[in-house]
């Protein structure tokens, strides 16, 4: 009995010393993390003692918010959208301002003016022109986001309420490409060009209205927007054709050297689309009735839009030649009858 109850003492003395050692362990085990756990209370305290709720440690060492808030969004105002493309605005509106004032002016000096600053910045610099491709965006109504392009909105807005006042103003000083052809006509000798017969002339101006409804039939048909680069050279002043669209640019403005306007009185589907609005014109020019007999305007017209008595209001471009002639009251024969007339009841009267 007493060695059974030694050996009964010895195993519990062993199971004491064993226990304490795994205790001992343990509690080494968990030091390191108790006192990383007061550093990161040491850390988050002045968080705390400044009102700002104290976040772990691991979301701050993630960069994520573990409350699940988003980021605040910066809210878009149009102050902010305005202030972005106000210079744009302000200079597409200075161009209309030059544009209309060399129109009403009647000034060839002033339209030549228009003319290069529609080539510079319209064209090169910005690359402002009415587009079959904004024709094809009226058709599917998929147009550029407005609050995002004010600029070309205010430019398309006007040419189209020029269009609808005036005629195809546009055509006649807002286009880059037409400022060129322009320009080109008037630099070049008179002896280059070629006019063709007048009954061939007037049933060429229907290609570019047969233009207009194939291409746009083919849109609709395919929704295929790079057509653009075969109907029309606008893409010229972003400088970004491939080889054979240089070669056909290069062979349109050779052949325009020869025939006046080539492009814009017989291929242009813009052309088309605002003569067919123009005639719904508001301000048209004035005839006399002695334009009935007299040629002179409809020899001087570029455009070959006067025929006899009356204006073909699609082809007419306002280019002012014609009201110029109007004006000069010592070669439009309207005002030299009125003179004689005058003159005849002056003699009468002083014969009485």
């Not at 070309?152 to 037409?178: D, E, Q």
């Not at 070669?247 to 025939?259: H, Q, R």
Request: glycine share 6%; charged share 20%; hydrophobic share 50%.
């Amino acid at each position: 009995m007493r060695g059974a109850a030694a050996r009964l003492i010895l195993l519990l003395a062993l199971a004491a010393i064993v226990g304490r050692t795994t205790i001992d362990a343990r509690v080494a085990s968990l030091a390191p993390v108790a006192s990383e756990g007061a550093s990161q209370t040491s850390i988050a305290a002045p968080a705390e003692s400044a009102g700002q709720p104290a976040r772990p440690a691991a979301a701050s060492s993630s960069g994520q918010d573990p409350w699940g808030f988003e980021d605040e969004q910066t809210v878009e105002t149009w102050s902010d959208i305005l202030r972005s493309q106000a210079l744009n605005l302000a200079l597409v509106a200075s161009f209309f301002a030059l544009a209309l004032v060399s129109f009403l002016r009647r000034s060839v000096r002033l339209k030549y003016v228009t003319l290069a600053a529609t080539i510079g910045y319209m064209g090169f610099a910005k690359s402002y022109l009415i587009s079959i491709v904004n024709v094809f965006g009226v058709v599917k109504w998929d147009l550029p986001i407005v609050k995002y392009n004010l600029a070309w909105y205010l430019f398309a807005i006007l040419a189209v309420l020029s269009t609808l006042l005036w005629g195809r103003l546009y055509c006649g000083r807002m286009c880059a490409f037409g400022a060129v052809t322009q320009i080109m006509d008037a630099l070049l000798p008179a002896k280059l060009r070629v006019e063709a017969p007048a009954p061939i002339e007037r049933r060429a101006v229907w290609i570019k209205y047969g233009l207009l409804v194939a291409v746009v039939a083919y849109f609709v048909a395919t929704n295929d927007l790079l057509v653009y680069r075969y109907v029309e050279p606008f893409w010229m002043f972003g400088l970004s054709g491939t080889a054979p669209m240089w070669i056909g640019l290069s062979a349109l403005l050779i052949a325009t050297v020869f025939v006046r306007n080539l492009y814009c009185r017989f291929l242009c589907p813009v052309g088309a689309t605002l003569g067919l609005l123009s005639r719904l014109t508001v301000f048209r020019i004035k005839r006399w009735s002695e334009c009935r007999t007299c040629r002179i305007c409809e020899k001087a017209c570029e455009w070959d839009a006067i025929h006899g008595p009356t204006i073909d209001v699609m082809e007419c471009v306002r280019c002012d030649d014609c009201e110029r002639i109007y004006a000069d009251t010592e070669k439009c024969p309207h005002w030299i009858v009125l003179k004689r007339k005058s003159g005849r009841m002056a003699g009468a009267a002083g014969a009485r």
